[in-house]
């Protein structure tokens, strides 16, 4: 099978086209990763063309040995789709997770994103959590979601309960809230380790004046909920600009929500 016609990729090719129109993907804001299953890469080993080790300054048992297809640092988002080989590259992990080596793609000599940190940290939590349902780690610089963390306290039970009160949905799609970091140095292990960490009780994480993290089981998921997540940042904004709330969902009524559709919410945001 031609690696092109993998599912995670072509997933990637529609997403990222679809992220520039949304002006999210400004130049080569964000990056994906897809954790590829296993019967899908043993398709594609005789187009391999594996290059240099690269060494981590951290461990990741959970996910050793597994295959990523990643964005490659300093990728335009609007040409990811035209041009798939050079954007894109798969890498392995090694047997013991703390190094990795490119097997295809970045034909024009590029590597992988400069928050492959973020991406693999999260990846490894995520497989764990879902028992190994989530496969996808996106990160986009949702222009809503970046503004709102200019006006709000940067407390997950805070942008968690304004998201939750502009729009029903919000409260189903993450009942778990979105963990919030507050501004850091992006590209180092370090924001991976926070953000990882956050992944541990959250699938959004909002990087404070960055943009945005999600994961999910499949890219519609991802995207969902981080589409649903600004569009509720979009009407906060819209409403502070109207002068403020005058009226809005309750707790009570958040927790008939929860109660109705079966989901767990995040108790601190209920106050
Ligand atoms: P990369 O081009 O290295 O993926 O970086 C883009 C980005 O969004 C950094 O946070
Ligand atoms: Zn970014």
């Known amino acids: 099978m031609n690696i092109l016609d993998l599912s995670c990729v072509n997933d990637i090719r529609n997403i990222s086209r679809l992220i520039f129109k949304k002006g999210w993907g400004e130049a080569n804001g964000g990056n994906i990763s897809i954790r590829i299953p296993a019967d899908e890469i043993n398709l594609c080993k005789n187009q391999f063309v594996r290059g240099d080790e690269v060494k981590l300054p951290y461990t990741m048992p959970g996910i050793a040995g597994e295959y990523f297809l990643v964005t490659g640092t300093g990728v335009f988002f609007r040409h990811i789709y035209d041009s798939p080989e050079e954007s894109l590259g798969i890498v392995q992990l090694n047997e013991t997770g703390d190094a990795y080596t490119p097997v295809w793609g970045y034909t024009t000599g590029g590597r992988p994103t400069s928050e492959l940190s973020s991406h693999l940290l999260s990846h490894e939590v995520r497989k764990e959590i879902s028992n190994g349902q989530n496969r996808i780690i996106l990160h986009t610089h949702a222009t809503n979601l970046i503004a709102m963390s200019f006006v709000l306290p940067l407390k997950a039970e805070i942008v968690t309960r304004e998201l939750w009160e502009m729009m029903s949905e919000c409260l189903v799609l993450f009942p ?18 926070a953000t990882a960490e956050l992944m541990k009780a959250h699938r959004l994480v909002l990087w404070a004046h960055h943009g945005i993290f999600a994961a999910g089981v499949s890219m519609d998921q991802a995207f969902g909920l981080i589409e649903t997540a600004d569009k509720a940042a979009e009407m906060l904004l819209k409403v502070m600009a109207a002068g403020g709330k005058q009226q809005a969902i309750s707790a009570e009524q958040l927790q008939q929500l929860a109660d109705a559709f079966n989901v767990v919410p995040l108790k601190e945001a209920l106050y």
């Open 176 to 193: 778990e809230g979105v963990g919030v970091l507050d501004w850091m140095m992006p590209g180092k292990s370090e924001i991976g380790y």
